[in-house]
């Protein structure tokens, strides 16, 4: 009998001018796909409002992850431009299903044929230049909307959009002053040509309660929106930052930047610089807040910031790893007074970035090096000791042959086990008659070299986590001698590249119980606990164990 191909659904819209409807009609469509082919739908995976240009999607994510964990035989989807509409990520995906003996169908692409690929290239190509074409069309459309005075872009602090219609079948939005956001704005030009610095100012509206840009419109994370002397600053090239937008003396300048996607990371997308001769420059004195003369005080102000705040705003704008900390215990440090995560200040110490709001007490500055000689020396201690490894490396190997009984016998009792209980049954019967012929002896070995087979193809239908956290646990001196002699360097001068400290972050954090450590001032240093799961522990994560036991662990104090 042919086995009965399992189906992964994948659904997308690209934006949030469509609708879930959308997701449900490619759904309904692609199971009446796979009725027609005999797949038996195991699981939907969709995304809502994302381009299909970028890979980091969450359903998409899903869908590579379950393909990697071999859940199903054949990606489905209403049509290929719903995967992908970048060639790059299309033929890395489609290379790596390959591997897995995944195929992809769709309406006109199946790659069962020999023809898919020459489809898919054109496809492909086909999808991507569309994607442009949108990204084209759009930005024309939007440079009309700001040739006519009205709003091609979001919401501007200071002003509200209000709808009007204009004729029978088109709605147009224009810009009109929020009289108690205006009072604001005065009120930071104010502040910045008194001198005042815009942290300063920052630092006195968040005192004073006031809603920062965003907190009445952007609700959607759950924080409170703060003042951030980053928001009035901007950069005057682009006219970002309430201090440097020209839109509050009465003019409106759109098209100064466009964003692009970044070649190595398509989720990411870069501002580029557009040449003046194609920006939209249009003077609207009914939207002045700000006087000129104020007005041109203040960019006096900014355009004279010292070439050392102009290189570190450049090398905030132009690094790869914007926000992404360099240092071992970036993101891992929490500040036990307000729950924001110490930064790094300066290159020697950590503080919590929320006293420069005025949002936390919490005034110390503490070494770095410091703080992570204490936390090597407790890892040293209780986790990288030779004997300790040795106790974790015998428990998490009895928990992973105890594992894969479990699923060796789940897999005996299944359909797929049928085949080894015939052969084995077999075996046994020949055994039973006792002939001692060489006939028999022959009949035995093949039959062995059967079960042999079967169980060879059992051990590769395993759950793929156990012998990668096998080859983890093998693993596990040679990782921790290599770890611990790459923090004593960090220590004592060495230097360690971003890529290489967000490695050892990372691989630190999932050894802490809660991925964090709470610090709270205590003089002129900091106290507090951290927890540490034993390294058995990241070996059963990976493992997928049913048996959840706690191996190993500890602590210490800070």
Known sequence: MKKQLRAAIYARYSTNRQNEASIEDQVRSARKLCEREGFKVVATFSDAAISGGTAKRPGYQSLLAAARRKEFDVAVAESSSRLWRELAEQWRA????????????????????????????????????????????????QEGIAKKGRVAGGRTYGYRNMKRLVSENEVVSERVIERSEAKV???????????????????????????????????????????RASALIGDPKFGTGILSNPL??????????????????????????????????????????????????????????????????????????????????????????????????????????????GKC?????????????????????????PDRLKFEMREVEALLKDQECQEREAMRQSADGSDLRRVEAKIKAVRDLNLGSAAERGAIRELEAEREALSARFARKLTPGLQEARAMVAYLPKLVAALEKRLEATLTGGKATRDEMRVISDF????????????????????????????????????????RARVGGSGGRI
């Open 361 to 385: 007490d919490n005034n110390l500055r503490f070494k770095r090096l410091e703080i992570e000689a204490v936390m090597l020396g407790i890892m040293r201690d209780e986790l990288f000791h």
């Open 185 to 227: 704005v005065k009120r930071i030009f104010q502040m910045r040509a008194a001198g005042h610095s815009p942290l300063a100012i920052a630092r006195a509206l968040n005192a004073d309660d006031i809603p920062a840009p965003g907190a009445s419109w952007n609700k959607g994370n759950g924080k409170k929106a703060e003042w």
């Open 94 to 141: 489609l290379k790596e299903w390959d591997e897995h003996g995944i195929i992809v169908v769709g309406n006109g692409i199946d790659t069962r044929r020999p023809e898919a690929n020459i489809l898919l290239s054109v496809t492909g190509a086909a999808n991507e230049a569309f994607r442009q074409e949108i990204g084209r069309r759009t930005r024309m459309a």
């Open 508 to 547: 630190t954090r999932e050894l802490i119980k809660g991925g964090s450590i709470r610090l709270r001032p205590n003089g002129k240093t900091v106290k507090g606990r951290v927890e540490l799961l034993g390294l058995g522990e990241k070996a059963l994560r990976v493992a997928g164990a049913t048996r």
């Open 248 to 357: 509050y003396r009465g003019r409106s300048i759109w098209g100064r930047m466009k964003w692009k996607r970044k070649p190595s990371d398509s989720s990411v997308r870069i501002p580029v610089a557009m040449p003046e001769r194609e920006w939209v420059v249009k003077d609207m004195p009914h939207l002045r807040i700000v006087d000129e003369r104020l007005f041109n005080k203040v960019q006096d102000l900014q355009l004279a910031d010292s070439p050392l705040k102009a290189a570190i705003r450049k090398g905030i704008r132009m690094s790869p790893n914007r926000g992404k900390g360099s240092y071992w215990l970036s993101g891992i440090l929490v500040c036990d007074l307000c729950g924001s995560n110490y930064q790094a200040s300066g290159s020697e110490s950590y503080s919590c970035p929320s006293r420069s709001v």
